[in-house]
């Protein structure tokens, strides 16, 4: 399908912020934050503090999100506030390069202001879908992006494990310098990449008045906002269905690799792991799109979690080598995108286009206190674990199998969320 300049403009943030999302999150910052900023601490002690650290940002981003949606809607200027977080995630991003030996604490500030940056423009991103998009569009639109992010992710990738591996190609000293230009290199990308969405997508325009009229207009509309949610037994299940799932989603994605290291995995291993779940999840993504088309948002999605269950059920537990982990992150490339993109779509068709960036930012506090829960819940599983006698590599195991009833009961609200979406259509339409 051909799709519009302003489509291709909008998936590009995606290609630009993916870099953050895999060559930070999923990558090099678990690595290094154990590795080199808790260099000579005890694995488990790490873990905590990784868990803790994926958790203070999770609130931040929480807290805000719900608000800040609200003002941008107030003053249609949603590309502003993208521009503000993309540029605060950018300059976060970058100073990873100063952090010193030990300087865990340093890493800590410098994460939570990055994820901030990073999750507070995706929720503007998001919320663009509407002004890009019709909904009989939005599913393919959608895994689009996702795609064209993973490709963009995976590329970037790619450069930063040579840089480790061959760090003399690249005029560096040592793989840890090689890092630490990673992190630099992220920034850039993120940051030039960024402009397509800035410069083609276009939001109605809005005189919004001072400041503190714009903040009190945020404020009014998130109140209003929660009240239509608590009303719409469509919305607040969904909501509370999203809450539960994608805490599994986030916490495999940020403690995966801190889960390999704790088992023994090499840490080339891992590498390549991530960087096989970017290019599987390229084509899954558009897949997923196509059998929403097929069985539905809902039961595609279903699909997905479905995946998951089995990753962190029968996975957890049966991983011994570098060979299985490449096999479980096969199924995570299959299941990642699509599940994420046709969330994002599903909600997209359910709330009202002039009040998107409200309702998507909801969505976001919602992912925020997941991502709140799922880490700090693994790393203390894993801490009380080892604590009581269980072997480290067994902890690791029972903490990161603990999140599968994440997965079952937010599939089994998602799809009472999807019968009283039925509902309400049948009430509309009858």
Not at 173 to 183: K, L, P, Q, T
Not at 206 to 221: E, S
Request: aromatic share 14%; hydrophobic share 55%; proline share 2%.
């Amino acid at each position: 399908m051909k799709y519009k300049k302003n489509v291709w403009a909008w998936c590009m943030y995606d290609w630009a912020n993916s870099s953050f999302a895999t060559t930070v999150l999923a990558a090099f910052f678990p690595v290094f934050f154990k590795t080199f900023w808790n260099h000579g601490v005890e694995s488990t002690v790490s873990t905590a503090r990784l868990g803790l650290a994926t958790g203070i940002g999770g609130l931040a981003v929480a807290l805000l999100s719900p608000v800040l949606g609200a003002m941008a809607d107030a003053g249609r200027a949603k590309k502003k506030f993208l521009a503000f977080f993309l540029c605060l995630g950018v300059l976060s991003t970058g100073s990873f390069y100063f952090v010193p030996l030990g300087g865990w604490q340093a890493a800590v500030i410098l994460i939570v202001l990055a994820d901030l940056g990073f999750s507070c423009g995706n929720l503007f991103y998001d919320s663009l879908l509407v002004n890009v998009a019709e909904k009989s569009e939005m599913d393919m639109v959608s895994s689009l992006g996702y795609a064209v992010g993973y490709a963009g992710g995976g590329i970037l990738f790619a450069v930063n494990v040579l840089m480790t591996w061959k760090p003399a190609w690249f005029g560096l000293a040592g793989a840890s310098g090689a890092v630490r230009m990673s992190f630099v290199t992220v920034a850039v990308w993120w940051f030039v990449f960024a402009f397509p969405i800035l410069a083609f997508v276009r939001e109605e325009s809005r005189v919004a008045g001072p400041l503190i009229a714009v903040i009190k207009d945020g404020f009014d509309r998130f109140k209003r906002t929660a009240m239509k949610i608590k009303r719409r037994r469509l919305l607040w299940m969904y909501l509370v269905a999203y809450w539960l799932y994608i805490d599994g989603i986030y916490t495999v994605i940020s403690m995966a690799t801190d889960f390999g290291l704790a088992i023994g995995l090499s840490s080339i291993s891992l590498m390549l792991s991530i960087l096989l779940v970017q290019f599987v999840a390229l084509p899954a993504s558009i897949c997923f799109g196509k059998l929403a088309r097929l069985i539905g948002t809902e039961r595609a999605i279903l699909s997905g979690l479905a995946i998951y269950v089995c990753i962190c059920g029968a996975g957890a537990f049966l991983l011994r080598t570098s060979t299985d982990f490449m096999v479980i992150a096969a199924l995570v490339g299959i299941a990642q995108g699509g599940v994420q993109a046709l969330s994002r779509s599903y909600f997209g068709k359910i709330v009202p286009v002039d009040e998107a960036a409200e309702y998507f930012g909801f969505l976001n506090l919602v992912g925020k206190f997941s991502s709140i829960v799922g880490p700090i819940l693994v790393g203390a599983v894993a801490f009380w674990a080892h604590r009581a006698g269980v072997s480290s590599h067994l902890s690791s195991r029972i903490a990161m199998s603990s999140i599968i009833v994440f997965f079952i009961a937010g599939g089994w609200l998602l799809f009472k969320a999807e019968s009283a979406r039925k509902l309400e259509e049948a009430a509309v339409h009858g």
